[in-house]
């Protein structure tokens, strides 16, 4: 294939398929957390690791990882004690940390608005082999704790009080979860960009939860649409010259409604079989027929 003749496209699609692993693996607990809009609030305080990495010329990468990290925690901590003014802090921190990626990047040497543009809306060609090293070493932690850790984190996410009461650290298993949303937000800039980076980690989720309510059915599902717009997507953007980051999201929302679309009827058609066993009196087919939109609530 042409597309694999260039030597940054290859550093793409391989970035691309990572970010689409880990985007929809972080995500599902999210969603189950009812903190959706988490990954926004991290890409907004990651502008400022990407201007610190500027300003001290080191990997905007690592830099951007250090203080999502940072951030992510301090998000959790007024999670935990913010009360009130929870939302007030968190607003603050938001707005915070992208005025200070904008006023970094432009107090460093050659800063300008195309370097902050590769970064909120994604690039291909920016994407550099110390670029694709990192993603690689911050999409294999996220994978090992996503994975490893499923049935923990699993429960926390489900509910909190059944997992303390079970002996689970939740705090530190929130607390967890939290980093490892920050690293996927880091490793999903380059190719999607912070700005558009929260929808990868929702509605690949949300658009497997219309096929399936097991927890591992929607956790493959949502993986392999991530894969599969995040590859549609470069490959898109590559031969159309149309921003990647934009290409995906929309590629993702097409699939949300596409499968949203197949979902309806067939839950209507288990409805229908469930309503008409239970009027023939047999318990065994009078299951609970999924409804769109609902929560992938059973066990791993």
Do not use: K
């Amino acid at each position: 294939m042409e597309i694999l003749d260039y030597a940054f496209m290859q550093r793409a699609l391989l970035a691309a398929v990572l970010v689409g692993i880990t985007a929809p693996a972080v995500g599902i607990y999210l969603v189950q957390r009812r903190q959706a809009l988490m990954g926004d609030g991290i890409g907004h305080v990651a502008m400022t690791g990407v201007g610190l990495g500027f300003l001290l010329s080191t990997s905007p990468v690592w830099m951007a990882t250090a203080v999502s990290v940072l951030g992510a925690v301090l998000m959790e901590l007024i999670r935990w004690y913010g009360r009130t003014r929870g939302d007030i802090a968190l607003a603050m921190l938001f707005y915070g940390g992208m005025a200070g990626g904008v006023m970094f990047i432009n107090l460093a040497p050659g800063g300008s608005n195309a370097n902050l543009t590769s970064y909120l809306f994604g690039s291909l060609s920016t994407v550099s082999e110390s670029d694709v090293t990192a993603i690689c070493l911050l999409a294999a932690f996220v994978v090992l704790v996503t994975l490893g850790l499923r049935r923990q984190l699993f429960a926390v996410s489900q509910d909190e009080e059944f997992a303390r009461v079970t002996g689970l650290p939740v705090r530190a298993l929130n607390l967890l979860t939290a980093v490892t949303a920050a690293v996927t937000v880091t490793v999903a800039m380059r190719v999607v960009g912070l700005l558009l980076v929260s929808a990868l980690m929702v509605v690949p989720v949300a658009a497997a939860q219309q096929l399936s309510r097991s927890f591992a059915a929607t956790f493959a599902i949502a993986v392999a649409i991530g894969v599969s717009v995040t590859i549609g997507g470069t490959v898109t953007s590559y031969y159309q010259d149309v921003p990647p980051g934009a290409t995906i999201v929309l590629l993702t929302i097409g699939a949300f409604i596409a499968l949203t679309a197949l979902a309806t009827p067939l839950a209507r058609r288990r409805a229908r079989a469930a309503a008409a066993a239970q009027a023939a009196g047999d318990p065994a087919e009078c299951a609970i027929p999924a409804t769109r939109g609902e929560r992938t609530d059973v066990g791993v």
